[in-house]
């Protein structure tokens, strides 16, 4: 029997449960920032929302932290919440500041750079209407969250 670290969060079935949740994105923010242990790719994460048909994930970056996204299961969107970030995809590159909102279409390999700390909000719609069947939608996804997790 293997002893597992203390969690740092409560745990996805208690988070997500419920039919309705308020989130304070500068308090989601700032307990985020606080939380003890090293940075990945220069970024923390924790997903806000891990719906079947949406996903919600809150980013905070240290200056030069990086995120890639290859081949977007499903259209998503980058809310700059603070900050500023140049986002990369095969055809452009944009410069991304709070407030500032990018929309992309499922499938577009996306590269996000923080020029200085920055915090990032992330939305991927997961309509499995875009991608066949329920088995290979669901291998897309584990693959997609495994790729932003690095």
């Known amino acids: ?55 919600l994930v809150l980013f905070a970056f240290d200056a030069h932290g990086k995120l890639a996204i290859p081949d977007a299961p499903g259209p998503l969107t980058l809310h700059g919440l603070s900050g500023s970030f140049r986002v990369r ?26 020029v200085g700390e920055a915090d990032l909000l992330l939305s991927i719609s997961m309509s499995n209407e875009e991608h066949g069947d329920e088995a290979a939608f669901a291998a897309h996804d584990r693959q997609a969250t495994a790729s932003v997790r690095r």
């Open 1 to 55: 029997m293997t002893n597992s670290p203390p969690r740092l969060r409560e745990a996805p079935v208690d988070r997500f449960r419920g039919a309705e949740h308020l989130i304070v994105l500068s308090d989601a923010v700032a307990t985020l920032r606080a939380e003890a242990r090293e940075t990945i790719q220069g970024h923390r994460q924790v997903t806000l929302l891990h719906g079947r048909t949406l996903r």
């Open 89 to 114: 995809t095969p055809d452009e590159v944009y410069e991304l500041s709070s407030g500032h909102l990018l929309l992309f279409d499922a499938g577009v390999s996306v590269e996000v750079d923080a």
